[in-house]
């Protein structure tokens, strides 16, 4: 079975310019998630969506930062204009989330992320 | 304080030591707890979940303390293969995951 896939795996951009990120979660999988992992630091969630629907953006920069995931399969997340603080490795993660039993599943499965310079 | 906290070592054993990793978090709606390996430039990868009773595979052991709010990760006889860093997940009953900064593992000949 496919893994979480993202393009591109690097991407070397000056400040203030745009750039996109692509990911194509596990075939299946409702539950896709966008986060941001800094040196030495844990990812941190930018946002997650349940099939199309953002549940949960609280932490995604509105101001510069934007995401789709157009007929909830894969997603989108756009930065413009970029800022030198942007620089980081961009993780997207899927999941199916549902019941057995009393047991609620919810493992996540990343992909190889995007690693993104802004000089 | 952070929502999730881990010691981040590092922490530096011999092989065939056994070696714990605590993860403590704040929120008491937590419902999902995981650990996650990740090696250098690398993604994270799901080493296991961690259920109320304590789980184990192979030579890794998890165990939960709702009481205590922590969740910790034990790894009996260190392989060099084991060094990589360790990171535990927390997931509220919203969904929402919040993931500590990792401890450091390096296990030596």
């Known amino acids: 079975e496919a893994g979480v896939v993202q393009s591109p795996r690097y991407k070397i951009i000056e400040k203030k310019q745009p750039v996109a990120f692509w990911c194509n979660p596990i075939s299946g999988h409702n539950t896709l998630y966008w986060y941001r992992q800094n040196l030495g630091q844990g990812p941190e969630l930018l946002i997650r969506y349940e099939n199309e629907e953002a549940v949960d953006d609280s932490q995604l920069p509105k101001d510069r930062f934007s995401a789709e995931r157009l007929k909830g399969v894969d997603s989108t997340l756009k930065i413009q204009p970029a800022e030198l603080g942007d620089s980081a490795v961009y993780l997207c993660a899927s999941s199916l989330e549902g019941l057995a039993g009393t047991v609620l599943y919810n493992e996540q499965f990343f992909g190889p992320g995007t690693r993104l310079t802004v000089l | 304080r952070k929502e999730v906290e881990q010691d981040p070592g590092p922490f530096n054993v011999p092989e065939g030591a056994t070696v714990a990793f605590n993860c403590t978090y704040s929120n008491s709606a937590s419902q999902s707890f995981f650990w996650y390996r990740q090696d250098c430039r690398k993604e994270p990868k799901l080493l296991m979940s961690?259920?109320?009773s304590g789980n184990e595979d192979g030579r890794f052991t998890a165990q939960l303390n709702r009481a205590s709010q922590y969740i910790s990760l034990l790894i009996r006889d260190s392989k060099l293969s084991d060094s990589a860093t360790y990171l535990c997940?927390?997931?509220?009953?919203?969904?929402?995951?919040?993931f500590g900064d990792g401890t450091t593992l390096t296990v030596k000949p």
């Open positions: 961690v259920y109320s």
């Open positions: 997940v927390v997931i509220l009953n919203a969904g929402k995951s919040t």
